[in-house]
């Protein structure tokens, strides 16, 4: 499969908890984003990188977030200390340049 | 701040009618306009886009058609057929360095055959 792939698919945690997701984009795209998806509502913009570098965070992205993407190929997305607030669909996007972003299938988390 | 509104929230129609679906955006600096379909479970997945260069954007029985003066796009899906039935996104995306897309908040589109 040579699309985005995300790992785990789900995830259950309880309040307090660390968790990382990982994400691996189409090999040759140099932009990575990152999404979270609740119920009924689109992605809402989280980060992103060109290349190794993280170029913009979101507001949403608290001190309890972090993402690396440490040699411009993979990426992960820690949360720290998670809240109920945190379950959501946590999806990862490459694309390459400003063409279009193709979306892995989704991190989805459930905090107890 | 960037904000694009989606309508209609839910949309049912009869198999072989015609469905539209509309956005409008804040950001006059956006210039790039995808279109996302996620069925129940998948990830979004891209059916049409069209960049700011451009009015009207036809791919089979999709189309799009951007005003930019009015801020405002839109999605025509004609012939409907029951595997169109999709929660639906709008995105807008402006020139700058991430190309972050800001989404709609979807349409739930019903096809009854």
């Known amino acids: 499969d040579t699309g985005v792939s995300q790992d785990p698919r789900h995830k259950i945690t309880k309040r307090g908890q660390n968790v990382t997701f990982r994400c691996d984009p189409i090999?040759?795209?140099?932009?990575l984003y990152w999404y979270r998806q609740t119920l009924g509502q689109g992605p809402e913009f989280l980060t992103y990188?060109?290349?190794?570098?993280?170029?913009?965070k979101s507001r949403l992205l608290s001190d309890r977030f972090s993402a690396e993407r440490p040699k411009g190929s993979f990426s992960t997305l820690e949360i720290q200390r998670t809240e109920q607030g945190d379950s959501a669909m946590y999806l990862c996007?490459?694309?390459?340049?400003?063409?279009?972003?193709?979306f892995g299938p989704g991190t989805r988390l459930t905090v107890l | 701040g960037e904000n694009v509104e989606q309508h209609p929230s839910t949309l049912s129609v009869q198999e072989g009618d015609s469905a539209v679906i509309k956005c409008t955006y804040s950001?006059?600096?956006?210039?790039?306009f995808p279109w996302y379909k996620q069925e129940l479970g998948k990830r979004p997945q891209l059916i049409i886009d069209?960049?700011?260069?451009?009015g009207e954007k036809k791919d089979q029985r999709i189309a799009v058609t951007l005003n930019k003066t009015a801020k405002h796009f839109s999605l025509h899906i004609t012939e409907t057929q029951p595997e169109d039935s999709a929660v639906y996104f709008c995105?807008?995306?402006?020139?700058?360095?991430?190309?972050?897309?800001?989404f709609g908040s979807g349409t739930r589109l019903l096809v009854r055959p």
């Open positions: 996007a490459s694309s390459f340049s400003h063409n279009e972003q193709f």
């Open positions: 090999s040759e795209h140099n932009r």
């Open positions: 990188f060109q290349n190794e570098a993280q170029l913009e």
């Open positions: 950001d006059s600096a956006s210039n790039y």
């Open positions: 069209i960049r700011s260069n451009v």
């Open positions: 995105a807008a995306s402006a020139m700058d360095s991430s190309y972050k897309l800001i």
